[in-house]
């Protein structure tokens, strides 16, 4: 008896172990810490799956925006012929030609009651798509489209956006491939990136 209930409770154990372990250790590291860009050697054969997809603009939703104006507008492309055509007009586009999606970030000037704060409501949006990703395992780069005039009319006739819409950036989405290299800078709290300025009761 005292031997099966050894056993049942090291069973016990090693079940436990094999639905929590994955979980702790993930939770273990942050996830601004686990994430990373690539700029060539996604997996073009591994799509991003649709529920994933709802996840990133959701996250990119979920962002403040300047006066809550709410005037950005997303593009999520999967299809690799209206990639290449947005690459036509941008030079540093390389992450293009694997990844299986691609987040193109624009904002709305007719919508908008704060034009000059549209670029920050996207670099925000951005912001979220990347921890949403990195949360998912998935590697991104981000890639400007403004304020270069040639990546905007790429974009917008890769896309036949209204004059309306004025692309800001997009986002390259994918798994990486198996010998993909990627990079992520995270910098320290040196005296160069970081100045504190104390309270009195702490100088
Ligand atoms: C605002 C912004 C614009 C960027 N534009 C491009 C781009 O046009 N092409 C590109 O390959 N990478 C682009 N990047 C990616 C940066 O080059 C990348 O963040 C940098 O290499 C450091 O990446 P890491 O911190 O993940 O290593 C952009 C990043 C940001 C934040």
Same mark, same amino acid.
């Given at each position: 008896?005292?031997?099966?209930?050894?056993? $049942?409770?090291? /069973? @016990? *154990?090693?079940?436990?172990?094999?639905?929590?372990?994955? +979980? %702790?250790?993930?939770? !273990? =590291?942050?996830?601004?810490?686990?994430?990373?860009?690539?700029?060539?050697?996604?997996?073009?054969?591994?799509?991003?799956?649709?529920?994933?997809?709802?996840? $990133?603009?959701? /996250? @990119? *939703?979920?962002?403040?925006?300047?006066?809550?104006?709410? +005037? %950005?507008?997303?593009? !999520? =492309?999967?299809?690799?012929?209206?990639?290449?055509?947005?690459?036509?007009?941008?030079?540093?586009?390389?992450?293009?030609?694997?990844?299986?999606?691609?987040?193109?970030?624009?904002?709305?000037?007719?919508?908008?009651?704060?034009?000059?704060?549209?670029?920050?409501?996207?670099?925000?949006?951005?912001?979220?798509?990347?921890?949403?990703?990195?949360?998912?395992?998935?590697?991104?780069?981000?890639?400007?489209?403004?304020?270069?005039?040639?990546?905007?009319?790429?974009?917008?006739?890769?896309?036949?956006?209204?004059?309306?819409?004025?692309?800001?950036?997009?986002?390259?989405?994918?798994?990486?491939?198996?010998?993909?290299?990627?990079?992520?800078?995270?910098?320290?709290?040196?005296?160069?990136?970081?100045?504190?300025?104390?309270?009195?009761?702490?100088?």
């Amino acid at each position: 008896m005292a031997r099966r209930l050894t056993y $049942l409770y090291f /069973a @016990a *154990l090693l079940l436990a172990l094999c639905v929590f372990a994955p +979980a %702790l250790s993930e939770d !273990a =590291v942050p996830v601004w810490e686990r994430r990373v860009t690539l700029h060539a050697g996604f997996d073009p054969e591994r799509p991003v799956p649709d529920e994933t997809v709802q996840h $990133l603009l959701r /996250a @990119a *939703l979920s962002m403040p925006t300047g006066g809550d104006q709410a +005037a %950005l507008r997303f593009h !999520a =492309v999967e299809d690799r012929d209206t990639m290449r055509k947005m690459q036509e007009g941008h030079p540093y586009a390389s992450a293009l030609s694997t990844s299986p999606l691609v987040i193109v970030v624009s904002g709305d000037m007719a919508d908008a009651y704060y034009p000059e704060l549209l670029e920050m409501d996207a670099g925000l949006a951005a912001g979220a798509i990347l921890m949403e990703a990195a949360d998912r395992s998935l590697a991104t780069c981000v890639l400007s489209i403004s304020p270069q005039e040639k990546r905007i009319e790429s974009v917008r006739a890769a896309l036949s956006l209204p004059e309306t819409l004025r692309p800001i950036l997009m986002v390259a989405v994918g798994y990486p491939s198996e010998d993909a290299r990627t990079s992520a800078s995270i910098r320290p709290l040196d005296d160069v990136s970081v100045t504190f300025v104390p309270g009195e009761e702490e100088q």
